[in-house]
């Protein structure tokens, strides 16, 4: 069987077996979130031997050269030999300064890093608590209006990452590890285009920036938002989004539970071939918004999604 190094650990794993879950099953904390190679929190470097990659098109052809991987693209065929992202020796150090709850369920938390962290709207920074414990959020901040970090953090279900969040107090530190991609950003071509950002839960997060970034940059096409939430009380951003709208007639904002979601989809209709929709949210909300938008006629170049998946 081949075996699996990390520092001064070795162990046999199954061939074949994904590499994401043989270094976490084996307790060596490597974060992911979407598992499709989107998000690309679980990158890794092959510091000797290489898996299988399922997914080779992810990164880039420097990236790869270099012996970085997906962990969650990749199966272990041979010896191999890795190293994961250590957050007290390659973690950029930040400070809470900022927790406010949103709704029952969503935290808003906010960091100030020790120095500024160039990112666009739409991508993800791994977060990691003191305690070590990693979690991939999406920002919700804009890099040239805000000097915080700004996440929404869903609290609804309990995990290692949301447990040690309801803990967390103003001033304590934090570690951030590398920027991440991700399917979602505004393009300055869209900018006569008609704009839907789709959202269920906290997939508002990196919308909310989209949006706020193709506003910043004076969007001229219509922008439809809708966010999905179980009920009422979790339109978290409802006020804020209610702001935006009041003094832009090109913007326009819809508020969805569950229960309304079928009947909104069948009178979705759109409004122009050149329509530029992003979707972001649990798979089964971004699946359903993203088929009737196919059947309502959208290429598919022109619809971008992330996908945020459930912990289990």
Same mark, same amino acid.
């Given at each position: ?162 447990? =040690?969040?309801? !803990? %967390? @107090? *103003? ?7 590398? &920027?991440? +991609? ?81 009947? =909104?989809?069948? !009178? %979705? @209709? *759109? ?7 992003? &979707?972001? +949210? ?31």
């Amino acid at each position: 069987m081949p075996e699996l190094t990390v520092g001064e650990r070795r162990w046999s794993v199954e061939p074949g077996s994904n590499l994401l879950d043989a270094l976490n099953r084996a307790g060596v904390a490597v974060p992911f979130s979407c598992r499709a190679g989107s998000c690309h929190a679980c990158l890794v470097h092959c510091v000797q031997g290489l898996p299988s990659d399922s997914r080779p098109d992810a990164l880039s052809s420097e990236q790869r050269h270099l012996g970085w991987r997906l962990a969650c693209q990749c199966q272990v065929v041979e010896d191999l030999q890795v190293e994961t992202f250590d957050p007290l020796r390659d973690g950029l150090p930040a400070t809470v300064v900022g927790l406010d709850w949103l709704s029952s369920t969503v935290l808003r938390l906010r960091l100030q890093p020790t120095r500024p962290l160039r990112y666009r709207a739409g991508q993800h920074l791994v977060l990691w608590t003191v305690g070590r414990v990693a979690r991939p959020y999406s920002l919700a901040s804009l890099p040239e209006e805000d000097r915080f970090l700004e996440f929404h953090l869903d609290c609804r279900q309990p995990g290692q990452f949301s447990d =040690a969040a309801r !803990q %967390l @107090r *103003l001033g304590d530190p934090m570690r951030l590890g590398e &920027l991440r +991609g991700g399917a979602l950003h505004y393009d300055p071509d869209w900018q006569a285009h008609p704009l839907w950002l789709l959202a269920a839960g906290t997939g508002l997060a990196p919308l909310f920036g989209v949006l706020r970034e193709a506003l910043r940059q004076d969007h001229q096409g219509p922008i439809r938002i809708i966010h999905l939430a179980h009920d009422a009380s979790e339109h978290y951003l409802a006020k804020p989004l209610a702001a935006l709208a009041a003094n832009r007639p090109q913007l326009t904002v819809e508020l969805l539970v569950g229960a309304e979601l079928a009947a =909104a989809l069948a !009178q %979705l @209709r *759109l409004v122009s071939r050149q329509t530029q929709a992003l &979707l972001c +949210g649990h798979p089964d909300s971004v699946e359903a918004f993203a088929r009737r938008l196919y059947l309502a006629g959208l290429p598919r170049n022109q619809l971008l999604a992330d996908v945020f998946l459930p912990r289990g």
